[in-house]
Every structure is written in C-alpha cells, then in structure tokens.
C-alpha cells in the first residue's frame, strides 16, 4: 500500500509538483497566483495550492468566502502576534 502524499511541502517537492523552476515559482508567488508558504514553517500547503490552481484554471468559481484567503489572514495574525 502506498502512502498518501504529504500535505505540506518543501519549496523543491512544490517546484516538482507543478513541474515549473525556481524563478517561474518565485514569480507565481509574487503575482499571487500561487500562495507562499505558511508562516514559520517554510512549507506549502498542497490544499491552499491545489486551490489556487483551481482558481486560475477556472475549475473552481471565486466565492464570497475564499477558504484560502480566510487560512491566510488567520495565519497572518497568529504571525504577527508573536513575540
């Protein structure tokens, strides 16, 4: 029986997923069209991704309430809440 695959993943299993290099990654990232990693941990999320992808392709509508968006401002404040 195989594993599932991990859902969070390192920058290089991420470039690997998405078959693009590090510069193509890199500018995704700053467009924001991929999301960068969860803070503090330097680690994608393959769901947050996955989501996005969703978005760009059209595969998935844009909702009022975006989940990734609502993760992302959860994560934000616990960052920024730290000492």
């Known amino acids: 029986m195989t594993a599932p695959p991990n859902r969070?993943?390192?920058r290089g299993e991420l470039m690997a997923y998405l078959a693009?290099?590090?510069?193509?990654?890199?500018?995704?990232i700053r467009a924001g069209s991929i999301p960068g990693p969860v803070p503090g941990l330097k680690?994608?999320?393959?769901?947050a991704v996955d989501a996005a992808l969703d978005r760009l392709s059209g595969i998935a509508?844009?909702?009022p309430?975006?989940?990734f968006a609502a993760r992302k401002a959860r994560w934000t404040q616990r960052a920024e809440?730290?000492?």
């Open 43 to 47: 680690r994608w999320d393959r769901a």
């Open 20 to 28: 693009v290099r590090s510069t193509t990654l890199s500018r995704l």
């Open 61 to 63: 509508k844009h909702a």
């Open 65 to 67: 309430h975006d989940e």
């Open 81 to 83: 809440a730290r000492p």
């Open 8 to 10: 969070l993943m390192s």
